[in-house]
């Protein structure tokens, strides 16, 4: 599976970005995909995750502000992004994985990541 991450860019805060990753492989609707974000120098985070059957899970840092979603058809993911605050500034990176879980070191490919910077 290969991904490619789009849709970062600069917000102010309280505006809203939406992100997608773009999957190839004819077995996207069988991976879990998930969005993790890296601040400079800190460790790389679990955002969201949405399993193949539907189910999401988020960290409570973005509970009730971002949206995970998938289109199976079209091999995206999506990530919205609403109230946005300046902490959410990092590089945002898609990931695939064969079962829901919040440690970055259990997903199998990776995207290259896109930088959401949001101002305050």
């Known amino acids: 599976v290969q991904l490619q991450a789009s849709g970062g860019g600069l917000v102010q805060a309280g505006g809203s970005l939406r992100l997608s990753c773009a999957a190839s492989g004819r077995t996207f609707s069988s991976y879990t995909l998930g969005w993790f974000r890296q601040a400079p120098g800190k460790e790389r985070e679990f955002v969201a995750a949405?399993?193949?059957?539907?189910?999401?899970y988020y960290a409570d840092s973005v509970k009730g502000r971002f949206t995970i979603s998938r289109d199976n058809a079209k091999n995206t993911v999506y990530l919205q992004m609403d109230s946005l605050k300046p902490e959410d500034t990092a590089v945002y990176y898609c990931a695939a994985g064969t079962r829901l879980r919040v440690l970055p070191n259990l997903y199998d490919y990776w995207g290259q990541g896109t930088q959401v910077t949001v101002s305050s």
């Open positions: 949405i399993s193949w059957s539907g189910g999401t």
